[in-house]
Nanobody, 121 residues
Framework: HVQLVESGGDSVQAGGSLRLSCVASGITVSSYHMTWFRQAPAKERERVAGLARSGSTQYADSVKGRFTISKDNAKNILYLQMDSLQPEDTAMYYC????????????????WGQGTQVTVS
């Protein structure tokens, strides 16, 4: 049984930082392509940051230089460090995993967490 559990979302002021965590069970993050997505009200779910099985990373243009994706293989946790947060970063953030889909659309991902809310004012 695969579970992805996100945490770390909060309400912060513009310019602030947050670190999101995604604890995985039933899979090992080192064996899957891991992706952070976000979805704002009335908008489509969009890719934010991806971490391939190889260790390669990919970021949406809107977060490059501000967000950093990483993982702790020993703890089986995926992270998203978010700095210089802006109001447009306000969204529900989800982590997702797939064995073969790398930097793919949301519909291609096999496993999802329940999300954690980030609000920037």
């Amino acid at each position: 049984h695969v579970q992805l559990v996100e945490s770390g979302g909060d309400s912060v002021q513009a310019g602030g930082s947050l670190r999101l965590s995604c604890v995985a069970s039933g899979i090992t993050v080192s064996s899957y392509h891991m992706t952070w997505f976000r979805q704002a009200p009335a908008k489509e779910r969009e890719r934010v940051a991806g971490l391939a099985r190889s260790g390669s990373t990919q970021y949406a243009d809107s977060v490059k230089g501000r967000f950093t994706i990483s993982k702790d293989n020993a703890k089986n946790i995926l992270y998203l460090q978010m700095d210089s947060l802006q109001p447009e970063d306000t969204a529900m953030y989800y982590c997702a995993a797939d064995r073969s889909a790398w930097w793919a659309r949301a519909t291609a991902m096999s496993y999802w967490g329940q999300g954690t809310q980030v609000t920037v004012s």
